[in-house]
C-alpha cells in the first residue's frame, strides 16, 4: 500500500528479509545518533568483494543492545585501503569478523586475506560457512534490540532494506535464494556479524 499508493521510497519491498525490521526500527526511534560507547569493545564484520563491492560494519554489543555506529563500502580498492580506513577510526576496532572465503588463499600473493589482515595488525575471526537462510532469520531475531547510526550507516540501512529474495518471472514466485545485487554485499556483511559477534 505505501509503496502503490503513497509513493513510498521507503517501504518495504516485496520479499524484503529486513524490510518491516527497519521499519519497525525507524518507528521505534532506533534510528538516530548512535555514538562509540567507549565502555564496550567495537567489532567490525566484512563483505570480502573481488570484482564487486566490499562492505563492513562497525558495531558494538552494549548490554543487550546492538550498536551499529558505521557503515563503508567502496569497490576497486586493495585491501590495504579498507586496514587503512579501520584504523582511521576515532576508535580501536577489537575483533573483525570475516566470511569463510576469508581464508581463500590468492593466486599472486599466496596469501588468504585473514593472514594480510593479520598481519597488518587486525585480530581476525573467520566466521563458519552456514546457511544463509539461517544467518538471516539470525538476524531478523536480534533486529529489535538493533540500533543504527541514521548518517554513518545511511548505505548499509538501505542495504538492508532492500536486501531481497530472488523472483521468478516465469512461477510468479519468490525464491528460497537472495537476489544477488548492490544491497546483498551490505547485507551479508551483516549477516557476518551477527553470526559472528554473539
Given at each position: 500500500?505505501?509503496?502503490e499508493y503513497?509513493?513510498?521510497f521507503q517501504?518495504?519491498?516485496?520479499?524484503?528479509?529486513?524490510?518491516?525490521?527497519?521499519?519497525?526500527?525507524?518507528?521505534?526511534?532506533?534510528?538516530?545518533?548512535?555514538?562509540?560507547?567507549?565502555?564496550?569493545?567495537?567489532?567490525?564484520?566484512?563483505?570480502?568483494?573481488?570484482?564487486?563491492?566490499?562492505?563492513?560494519?562497525?558495531?558494538?554489543?552494549?548490554?543487550?543492545?546492538?550498536?551499529?555506529?558505521?557503515?563503508?563500502?567502496?569497490?576497486?580498492?586493495?585491501?590495504?585501503?579498507?586496514?587503512?580506513?579501520?584504523?582511521?577510526?576515532?576508535?580501536?576496532?577489537?575483533?573483525?569478523?570475516?566470511?569463510?572465503?576469508?581464508?581463500?588463499?590468492?593466486?599472486?600473493?599466496?596469501?588468504?586475506?585473514?593472514?594480510?589482515?593479520?598481519?597488518?595488525?587486525?585480530?581476525?575471526?573467520?566466521?563458519?560457512?552456514?546457511?544463509?537462510?539461517?544467518?538471516?532469520?539470525?538476524?531478523?531475531?536480534?533486529?529489535?534490540?538493533?540500533?543504527?547510526?541514521?548518517?554513518?550507516?545511511?548505505?548499509?540501512?538501505?542495504?538492508?532494506?532492500?536486501?531481497?529474495?530472488?523472483?521468478?518471472?516465469?512461477?510468479?514466485?519468490?525464491?528460497?535464494?537472495?537476489?544477488?545485487?548492490?544491497?546483498?554485499?551490505?547485507?551479508?556483511?551483516?549477516?557476518?556479524?551477527?553470526?559472528?559477534?554473539?
Amino acid at each position: 500500500y505505501e509503496q502503490e499508493y503513497e509513493c513510498s521510497f521507503q517501504a518495504a519491498i516485496v520479499g524484503a528479509y529486513y524490510g518491516k525490521e527497519v521499519a519497525a526500527a525507524e518507528a521505534d526511534g532506533r534510528i538516530g545518533r548512535v555514538p562509540h560507547d567507549r565502555a564496550a569493545d567495537v567489532f567490525a564484520s566484512w563483505d570480502l568483494g573481488i570484482s564487486d563491492a566490499m562492505a563492513i560494519w562497525v558495531g558494538q554489543i552494549v548490554g543487550k543492545e546492538w550498536h551499529w555506529i558505521e557503515y563503508y563500502e567502496n569497490t576497486n580498492q586493495a585491501l590495504d585501503h579498507y586496514v587503512d580506513w579501520i584504523k582511521s577510526r576515532p576508535y580501536t576496532v577489537h575483533k573483525h569478523y570475516l566470511p569463510h572465503d576469508g581464508e581463500a588463499r590468492e593466486l599472486q600473493t599466496g596469501k588468504s586475506r585473514q593472514e594480510f589482515l593479520t598481519e597488518r595488525g587486525l585480530n581476525v575471526s573467520i566466521v563458519p560457512r552456514g546457511e544463509v537462510m539461517d544467518g538471516i532469520d539470525a538476524g531478523r531475531l536480534r533486529f529489535n534490540r538493533m540500533w543504527f547510526d541514521a548518517d554513518k550507516c545511511a548505505r548499509g540501512i538501505d542495504c538492508l532494506r532492500m536486501y531481497r529474495s530472488e523472483y521468478d518471472a516465469k512461477h510468479k514466485v519468490l525464491r528460497s535464494h537472495p537476489l544477488h545485487d548492490w544491497a546483498s554485499h551490505g547485507a551479508d556483511a551483516f549477516r557476518c556479524g551477527v553470526m559472528g559477534a554473539e
